[in-house]
């Protein structure tokens, strides 16, 4: 009986928290230099989808240009990414075993920077648009990798050495990126307003990349989110109960890293929202990754997008969105810690 | 059928854990593994769930080699209660318990009525129904552990491994889940193979005793002719007297601290 209810209230709050996604997209479009009623959003929505011209004859005729150019690149950018980062830190979490791991805390989103850095300086383009992207997956998976090897010792990996290694590897690559910036001489602006986050000027290229990996992952993680459950016994009973949980450790923390490096090269690093969304969806929704990766997704994007907007929208000047998220997450971040070894069940 | 362990080889970095051990479990019995610390047992018991891979020689299951199994149909014929056991996430004792169901359940189903069929009288069983909804991560060591048993048990496997599965338990629990355990030997319906410290505790339960000494099998064969003063002098290098007792109808040994 008990179990039925919890079953109903757990698709009611997904039911819901996408309804706000959408509300939010809806009401941040319409907000910015040039106010536009949420009924005309969505007239030049169903206009462009519908083909419809006619709906968009009563309105400023450059409304229609400003929300589909300029403004839904951006919001959907940022939603997306919201999202992905979310479902990316749910997944280092559950595999780590870690509630404080995120692709922040790891190092992962510096070394996909790093990566990407490079991309920029040498200013590669073998892969056109991907170039940056593939540059960025590549120095995520290799940090991944080397961050795990540093904390493991006899085959165990503790929870803590992960995120000392994570923040020393963090602070070379940060150094790393720093060296990169002094030798760049003219592509240091670009690098450095990358490197602080911004979705600013963000096209339908990036919308559609980005959501490409992110639902591509959110598929991949979905498929093993029951394993993932079992795999939080530990191993030796998780292998016990028919998980093949090397293989599917492996697929997970790449599939994560790759959704990780894909959002840090559209965006820039942001950090922390991988750790709290997570977290906070922990207590709505419970433990359960089958519940907590669609939560998690619908949380993030409506969470990142409602700073997108505060720094684009409502402050006088444009803050970088990576500033904002760390300035309001590293609290968070210490608040959890300390929540944590109070009640002693730090890994 | 049960296993059959044929000259297998195992080290940790060169430093030999097995060299050609050979050793048959038939089905149907109540094994004790018995052996000082550091001894092998753990990794013995690695060995027959296929968490660890010997480097020469097989392990056979039912006349067929253990890497022939995948390892959903090996974890609906073997269940492993682990040493120790630490979750990090606030799942409840129930979705625990519902985790032994997973080798049964298809991708993306939700339990059926048989698993928490099962659930429910395993929980029973082990005294656990009343915090069934409580967080595991807020019960103590002992709690814990009736959970993990429950779990294994709810997994309805024909073999059970108990790998020093009541170490944190008091001597009520304790008996209550052996008692379990035994009662699933004696009516066919499982074979147990338990490591244990407690060589008292294993004298009331194991009918067929397994002594390990530096990955060697030093002795085994029913507790009537394995369990003497000279295979525990042999294995443990203390003196002792072991003698019937009547009031446990069992065997029980006794120690001399200083000799």
């Known amino acids: 009986m008990e179990k039925k209810k919890l079953r109903v209230s757990v698709g009611g709050q997904t039911v819901l928290l996408a309804v706000l996604l959408c509300a939010v997209i809806l009401a941040s479009t319409g907000m910015g230099y040039m106010k536009i009623p949420w009924l005309d959003v969505i007239r030049i929505i169903a206009s462009k989808v519908s083909g419809h011209q006619e709906l968009l004859a009563a309105m400023n005729h450059i409304f229609a240009y400003v929300v589909v150019d300029v403004r839904l690149p951006r919001i959907l950018t940022a939603a997306i990414v919201g999202g992905g980062l979310s479902i990316a830190g749910a997944i280092f979490q559950g595999i780590l075993l870690n509630p404080l791991a995120d692709p922040y805390t790891l190092g992962i989103s510096a070394g996909a920077a790093f990566g990407a850095s490079i991309a920029l300086l040498l200013d590669i383009g073998f892969l056109g648009i991907y170039s940056v992207p593939f540059f960025a997956f590549i120095g995520a998976v290799a940090t991944l990798f080397f961050v795990i090897y540093l904390a493991s010792f006899g085959g165990q990996v503790s929870s803590n050495n992960l995120i000392l290694s994570g923040i020393i590897v963090a602070a070379i690559l940060s150094a790393g990126i720093s060296f990169i910036k002094y030798m760049a001489d003219e592509q240091v602006s670009i690098i450095i307003f990358w490197l602080m986050g911004s979705f600013g000027s963000k096209t339908w290229t990036d919308v559609f990349l980005t959501f490409l990996f992110v639902l591509l992952g959110f598929l991949i993680f979905i498929f093993f989110a029951r394993d993932l459950n079992i795999m939080s016994l530990g191993d030796r009973s998780a292998s016990s109960l028919g998980v093949e949980t090397n293989t599917v450790r492996v697929i997970l923390l790449v599939t994560a890293s790759l959704i990780t490096a894909v959002c840090v090269s559209v965006s820039g690093i942001i950090g922390f929202v991988g750790l709290i969304v997570p977290h906070l969806m922990r207590f709505l929704v419970g433990p359960d990754n089958r519940k907590l990766i669609p939560v998690s997704a619908l949380a993030g994007a409506t969470l990142l997008l409602c700073a997108d907007t505060i720094t684009r929208a409502v402050l006088p000047m444009e803050i970088p969105i990576g500033v904002l998220t760390a300035l309001i997450g590293g609290p968070f971040f210490c608040y959890i810690f300390r929540q944590r070894q109070i009640a002693g069940t730090m890994g | ?259």
């Not at chain 2, 959903?72 to 056991?85: S, T, W």
């Open chain 2, 1 to 259: 059928m049960g296993f059959a362990i044929s000259h297998i080889n195992f080290s940790y970095g060169g430093d030999g854990v097995f060299s050609d051990l050979s050793l048959n479990i038939e089905p149907g019995r109540f094994y004790g593994i018995i052996g000082p610390n550091g001894c092998g047992k753990t990794t013995l018991v690695d060995m027959l769930v296929k968490n660890k891979k010997p480097e020469s020689g097989t392990v056979e299951y039912k006349g067929k080699d253990l890497n022939d199994y995948t390892r959903k149909d090996l974890a609906k014929e073997i269940a492993l209660v682990p040493q120790d056991f630490y979750i990090n996430f606030p799942y409840t004792v129930k979705e625990i318990v519902l985790m032994g169901r997973h080798p049964y359940m298809p991708r993306f189903s939700a339990p059926s009525s048989k698993d928490m069929k099962i659930a429910a009288a395993v929980m029973a069983e082990t005294g656990i129904e009343r915090f069934a909804h409580r967080h595991i991560t807020e019960l103590s060591g002992g709690e814990k552990q009736r959970v993990v048993f429950a779990r294994a048990l709810a997994q309805d496997t024909p073999v059970l491994i108990l790998d020093e599965a009541t170490s944190n338990l008091d001597i009520k629990y304790t008996l209550n889940l052996l008692n379990l355990a035994a009662d699933s030997v004696k009516t066919g319906r499982k074979t147990v193979i338990a490591v244990m410290q407690n060589l008292n505790l294993a004298a009331l339960y194991c009918d067929y005793w397994i002594f390990m000494k530096q990955g060697k099998i030093a002795a085994h064969g029913d507790i009537d002719e394995a369990l003497n003063e000279k295979n525990i002098e042999q294995v443990f290098e203390v003196e002792s007297k072991v003698y019937f007792e009547p009031y446990s109808k069992a065997k029980r040994v006794v120690f001399n601290p200083r000799a």
